[in-house]
């Protein structure tokens, strides 16, 4: 039970990573600040994406899902709860893709940390929150984590695409609605129908996972570059500029 088992250490890390968050206000005000603002940027950033075309249920999935603000301990909790069941009852690439996405979780969630403390320490009042994430960005580094953390977010896409090919599979998730509602697995179940769902729809078009998740990684990694080596004003400008493009 190798997948449960790293499954339920991930879902516990994230939950003493909150635990600490929980006990500390100002850092819990200042990482939903932080969760906020990278919310905003990926809307923002995929804003042509968001507003329709074979790739706006995709975009709505990963801003929902992956780049969002929402606090997941629910979706967490049931995950753990089920971490065996996927092993036992689903194919390896299930399991295996299951792992992947909690293991991501622990590590966005201590990059989002790292932020929430270094905008702490931007405390000119005249600084524009574009401003203050790039700065905090700069101070927290970790760039080969950022690097692997977009790395692992195509993988899970790539996986998913799959995944949707596999015989049976569609069935199966159709055949866990009643159970997942009598157990309290709600939040969980309509997660992993969205995302099937979603790279399914995509994969029946030739080539529609691939060219979307290459969208995802250009504009990610253009991002990550500008945000580590651009000209800070400059950097400051399109982040600001980004940001407006979500209101």
């Avoid at 692997?148 to 195509?154: E, F, G, N, T």
């Avoid at 069935?171 to 159970?179: D, E, H, N, V």
């Avoid at 004003?233 to 980004?242: F, I, S």
Wanted: hydrophobic share 45%; glycine share 6%.
């Amino acid at each position: 039970m190798e997948a449960a088992r790293k499954i339920r250490n991930a879902v516990a890390e994230v939950s003493l990573l909150r635990q600490a968050v929980e006990a500390n206000p100002i850092l819990e005000t200042a990482l939903v600040e932080v969760k906020r603002v990278q919310s905003r940027r990926f809307a923002g950033s995929y804003a042509n994406l968001l507003a329709g075309g074979p790739y706006q249920a995709a975009a709505r999935f990963f801003l929902d899902e992956l780049y969002s603000d929402k606090d997941y301990a629910q979706r967490d909790a049931q995950f753990s709860r089920i971490a065996g069941a996927i092993e036992k009852l689903f194919p390896s690439q299930v399991a295996d893709t299951a792992v992947a996405m909690a293991q991501l979780h622990v590590l966005t969630e201590e990059l989002d940390q790292a932020m929430a403390l270094a905008w702490l320490g931007q405390v000119d009042e005249r600084l524009t929150q574009a401003q203050r994430y790039i700065r905090a960005w700069r101070e927290v580094g970790r760039r080969a984590d950022r690097e692997s953390q977009l790395a692992v977010v195509l993988e899970i896409g790539r996986q998913m695409g799959r995944l949707t090919r596999m015989p049976g599979l569609r069935m199966m998730l159709k055949m866990m609605r009643g159970p997942a509602a009598a157990a309290g697995l709600g939040s969980l179940q309509r997660f992993l129908e969205s995302g099937f769902d979603t790279f399914a729809a995509m994969a029946k078009s030739s080539g529609g996972v691939t060219d979307f998740l290459n969208i995802i990684h250009a504009s990610e990694s253009a991002l990550i570059q500008m945000l580590f080596d651009g000209e800070l004003v400059a950097c400051e400008t399109e982040l600001a500029h980004t940001l407006g493009q979500a209101l």
